[in-house]
């Protein structure tokens, strides 16, 4: 059984400990890390764990505790991270799992000195859909061989926002960012998994009227060039509400196209009469939450059993990803990330 601190319990720490629950005995929460006291007596009481620390470094110290959950605004991963693994602890860490591609190069290279295993919980990889749409891009069943993409996701903010304790998530000084980091980083993450390793990133950044943080993107959209040299469009948004089949993934192919949303997906082979509509499909039933899959496989990785989607390498493609589109939508230019980063 892996033992763990959860290290910061607000939204993403309460699901982490709700979906480790799931898991029956793979994994156990042993200890709480909160620096708000008032507040970790209030969640040990409602999450049943008895052992808290207001200071993380307590947790790092604690030899009762295998591995910690970093839970923390995004500005104090990489520092957390490295002294979790110079304490010997292996790490699981909220997306995005460093606000630069060098933060996240220091915590891997701190990881590997130390012999700890460094994971990144990214539950958009984990869902059945990104299952399902992989499966199809890999095995070119239904559509072929893949010709080009688009993809989009966005709500609509005009204030954008967060309030109380999550407020730091849209306050770039208290660790937070915009959209495209934020909700982006889901996104490229989930991108990659089903279409493949991005080579270039040439993305432009839009403001409505109507958008009042002016320090911040509304709206990031662009081209994508994929190692296979398929381009993808792409946009991500907090100016639009996107409900439904607006939202989600058209992906094409030289046989045939495939919309997909959340919530279900079409296939339109080339045969298709032009007045025909396809059924509207749902993907498989998981046995597990995305958010139980994403710390079965870190356990699984600490353990060496496999070596899952996430692993901080991966997820540090995503962030690079990121990154060059805010580098691409101030330049004006494309980015292509080995370039503009090296080997990745």
Known sequence: MLRIAILGVGWAGTRQVEAIRELGDEVTVVALVDNDGAFLAQQSMALAVDKT???????????????????????????????????????????????????????????????????????????SMARALRGMVASGDPIGELTFASMVAGFHAPDYGYKGRRSWLSTPEAGGSGTWLLHGIHSMAKLRYILGEVETVYVGEHKASSFTRKDLEGTMSGLLTLSSGVHVSVVQSCETRLKGQLRGYRLHGDRGSV????????IFPHDLSE?????????????LSSYALELKAFADYVHGVSVGPTTAQSERRSLAIVQAGYESAKSGKPINLRERFGEL
């Open 259 to 266: 919309l997909a949303w959340e919530e279900g997906y079409q």
């Open 53 to 127: 620390y207001i200071d993380y470094r307590q947790a790092l110290a604690d030899p009762d505790i295998d591995a910690v959950s970093i839970c923390l605004p995004h500005n104090l991963h990489a520092a957390v991270a490295i002294k979790a693994a110079e304490a010997g602890k292996h790490i699981l860490c909220e997306k995005p799992m460093a606000t630069t591609v060098e933060e996240a190069t220091r915590m891997i290279e701190a990881a590997d000195k130390e012999g700890v295993k460094l994971y990144v919980a990214e539950s958009a990889v984990y869902t």
């Open 275 to 287: 007045h025909e509509l396809p059924p509207i499909r749902t993907y498989e039933e998981q046995p």
